[in-house]
T-cell receptor, first 114, second 114 residues
Framework: GAVVSQHPSWVICKSGTSVKIECRSLDFQATTMFWYRQFPKQSLMLMATSNEGSKATYEQGVEKDKFLINHASLTLSTLTVTSAHPEDSSFYIC??????????FGPGTRLTVL | QKEVEQNSGPLSVPEGAIASLNCTYSDRGSQSFFWYRQYSGKSPELIMFIYSNGDKEDGRFTAQLNKASQYVSLLIRDSQPSDSATYLCAVNNAGGTSYGKLTFGQGTILTVHP
């Protein structure tokens, strides 16, 4: 199957700082990328859907000014958590979809905000 | 009412037995149904998907869909300890082969004991 990578795989930061997470489709062009968040012992919750070259669509309750998404190319989407706080500590997972193919998940990024 | 509901378990079965995982969904417009397996600390991996009423078999796995009852299940035959994981049910409203935006259930923890 197709490969989606995320970088970094884990990050620890101080409260108030910003963190950028990259999601790359390595061997296919992703028309759409999705960003999910998963808190411990909970399921994946979709945060936003991004299409290359256009603004991301955020789910209800997700602050677009706090979680900045940039989908600059067909192989790269970034999620920036701005002014991170301890409650933002979570497992962030991206997925990439190419039209007509399944949705492939990245390995996830574990964010810990101190 | 949650959009996608699963029994969180844990479900414990002996090695070699059949594990039965269930999922109900609230949106009658849902068209595509997915089962993912997630190991602790890892991102989900697709087991199988189903679109049409009835059964779909893939190796030791069988997905069953009943749209009238808004119910989808996953059977795992000859369960192995390596099948121990959290199983996530996901649905979307996209038709055809587009996977689109997924709504996940909370997952069922399966433990297969030797």
């Amino acid at each position: 199957g197709a490969v989606v990578s995320q970088h970094p795989s884990w990050v620890i930061c101080k409260s108030g700082t910003s963190v950028k997470i990259e999601c790359r489709s390595l061997d296919f062009q992703a028309t759409t990328m999705f960003w999910y968040r998963q808190f411990p012992k909970q399921s994946l919750m979709l945060m936003a859907t991004s299409n290359e070259g256009s603004k991301a669509t955020y789910e209800q309750g997700v602050e677009k000014d706090k979680f900045l998404i940039n989908h600059a190319s067909l192989t790269l989407s970034t999620l920036t958590v701005t002014s991170a706080h301890p409650e933002d500590s979570s497992f962030y997972i991206c997925s990439a979809e190419s039209a007509g193919l399944e949705q492939f998940f990245g390995p996830g990024t574990r964010l810990t905000v101190l | 009412q949650k959009e996608v509901e699963q029994n969180s378990g844990p479900l414990s079965v002996p090695e070699g037995a059949i594990a039965s995982l269930n999922c109900t969904y609230s949106d009658r417009g849902s068209q595509s149904f997915f089962w993912y397996r997630q190991y602790s600390g890892k991102s989900p991996e697709l087991i199988m998907f189903i679109y049409s009423n009835g059964d779909k078999e893939d190796g030791r796995f069988t997905a069953q869909l009943n749209k009238a009852s808004q119910y989808v299940s996953l059977l795992i035959r000859d369960s192995q300890p390596s099948d121990s994981a959290t199983y996530l049910c996901a649905v979307n409203n996209a038709g055809g082969t587009s996977y689109g935006k997924l709504t996940f259930g909370q997952g069922t923890i399966l433990t297969v004991h030797p």
